[in-house]
């Protein structure tokens, strides 16, 4: 089937906005205290309630979180039983994504952004019991892998060239692959008038990222993102909506591909608790599981970038900042994936190279 593309969605809003929500669980207590008072015997971890500095790592963190770095540009990563990675962990970081392996344990893949064939993906290789293994090159020779995308199977890399003859600016890549022999792929392309593209595979696994099937009015495309959402960056799908963010105008963007409606709002409106997403959204992911309850935001810029929250009824949160005017002022925070068990949360800084690890102090998975 062909797609089609108007100069700009349906203005009639969605009926729901966000994924719904999960039943509430008790949790232990952490082990720092609550921001405000409760009559319960437990803290249930809120993000954002209350942030506390870690002055080693640079950074805020909600309590009842913790942090470590754990790989850094230019170093050899250092693995659980001593050894060291023979190359240094790679530049540049940008999208990244969770692979499951064979013996249970996963591969944290990472794009980097470098220029000139520098670029490329690398895997970060974890145990079952998320103890970092191996490090090695999985794609090299390549330039500006961007945020990329988890397709079935496989890690789709962003390279200047695809797309065209001419390439272009595309950024991020989100999967319907509800009919398997016809999975849908939805492109963002970082440019003023980059269009939101969708096209249909023939089939899934690597040469289906191959085979497109572009919109039937390019000019009407890039009308569209030029006035609606210039400079796309991040998007996913879970259950027929599909999320994107325009960085320029700070949009989250909440599209109900079976009504055909729409309904927009701007990244960190919202705000409850401390901290502030006053900068450009960038990647954003959301949860696994069939009934997630937040979206999560890396951002580009700003005097403290950092990672934030987007919960069920629109309310965002801080996760984690650099500390405001410190080391991490002005760059752009990526790489945003979970460990398969939902136990582990990693992120980076991009022009720092730090990537980080962050673990909830109660033991309990993300939601």
Do not use: C
């Not at 719904?20 to 669980?25: A, G, Q, Y």
């Not at 437990?42 to 770095?69: C, H, M, N, P, W």
């Not at 890396?298 to 629109?314: M, S």
């Amino acid at each position: 089937m062909s797609p089609t593309m108007t100069n700009m969605p349906s203005s009639k809003p969605t009926s729901s906005a966000s994924p719904s929500s999960i039943p509430s669980v008790s949790y232990p207590p952490t082990r720092y205290p609550s921001a405000f008072p409760s009559a319960a015997p437990f803290v249930l971890f809120t993000y954002g309630e209350s942030l506390y500095t870690d002055k080693d790592l640079g950074i805020q963190i909600s309590v009842g979180l913790t942090a470590r770095q754990i790989a850094q540009t230019g170093s050899r990563v250092s693995f659980a039983n001593g050894e060291q990675s023979s190359i240094s962990y790679h530049g540049m970081m940008d999208g990244a994504g969770i692979a499951h392996l064979p013996d249970g344990g996963y591969a944290y893949l990472s794009n980097s952004e470098k220029s000139s064939g520098r670029g490329g993906v690398y895997g970060l290789y974890f145990n079952k019991d998320g103890q970092i293994t191996d490090y090695k090159a999985l794609l090299t020779g390549s330039s500006r892998n961007y945020g990329g995308g988890m397709s079935p199977g496989t890690l789709g890399s962003r390279v200047t060239l695809l797309g065209g003859p001419s390439g272009g600016e595309y950024e991020t890549v989100a999967v319907d692959n509800s009919n398997t022999s016809k999975p849908v792929f939805f492109t963002t392309e970082d440019t003023s008038n980059g269009e939101l593209r969708r096209f249909e595979a023939d089939g899934n696994g690597w040469d289906a990222l191959h085979r497109f099937r572009w919109t039937t009015s390019l000019s009407a495309g890039k009308n569209s993102a030029a006035s609606y959402y210039p400079n796309a960056e991040g998007i996913i799908y879970h259950n027929s909506t599909l999320y994107f963010v325009a960085k320029v105008t700070r949009t989250l963007f909440i599209l109900d591909l079976n009504d055909m409606t729409y309904t927009s709002e701007r990244t960190g409106s919202s705000w409850v608790g401390q901290g502030a997403f006053n900068s450009q959204p960038d990647q954003i992911i959301e949860s696994d599981l069939d009934k997630p309850k937040f979206i999560y935001f890396t951002e580009d810029g700003g005097n403290a970038p950092g990672v934030h929250v987007r919960d069920r009824k629109g309310n965002y949160y801080t996760m984690s900042r650099g500390v405001p005017g410190g080391r991490y002022a002005g760059d752009e925070t990526v790489g945003i994936a979970f460990s398969p068990d939902r136990r582990k949360f990693y992120f980076g800084f991009q022009d720092a190279g730090v990537l980080m690890e962050v673990t909830r102090d109660d033991d309990q998975p993300f939601n």
